[in-house]
């Protein structure tokens, strides 16, 4: 059974910067894909960026240039680092993995919230 633990969400202002960790175990993390999802209030849950076993990266448009995606294999962690944070950036932010026997898995969600 995969375990995975979020964190790092909380209240920030417009402008300012937040970086979401997200621990699994119980797979073979170094050889998942792993992404960072969104949900906004009233929205369906997006993309926000991923990141392949290789290290390719993959973004949302509208967090390019702003949002970072990295993995530390040896602590089988990966991490959203989110710079010049907008209002609209506000959502529950969920981290997801795909182990490639076990299918996809996702974190309980971390919250962020930017205000204007």
């Known amino acids: 059974q995969v375990q995975v633990v979020e964190s790092g969400g909380g209240l920030v202002q417009a402008g300012g910067s937040l970086r979401l960790s997200c621990a699994a175990s119980?797979?073979?993390?170094?050889?998942?894909?792993m992404g960072w999802y969104r949900q906004g209030p009233g929205k369906q849950r997006e993309l926000v960026a991923t990141?392949?076993?290789?290290?390719?990266?993959n973004y949302a448009d509208s967090v390019k240039g702003r949002f970072t995606i990295s993995r530390d294999n040896a602590k089988n962690t990966v991490y959203l680092q989110m710079n010049s944070l907008k209002p609209e950036d506000t959502a529950v932010y969920y981290c997801?993995?795909?182990?490639?026997?076990?299918?996809?898995?996702w974190g309980q969600g971390t919250q962020v919230t930017v205000s204007s």
């Open positions: 997801n993995g795909n182990d490639r026997i076990i299918g996809d898995y």
């Open positions: 119980g797979t073979i993390f170094s050889l998942n894909t």
């Open positions: 990141i392949t076993s290789r290290g390719s990266t």
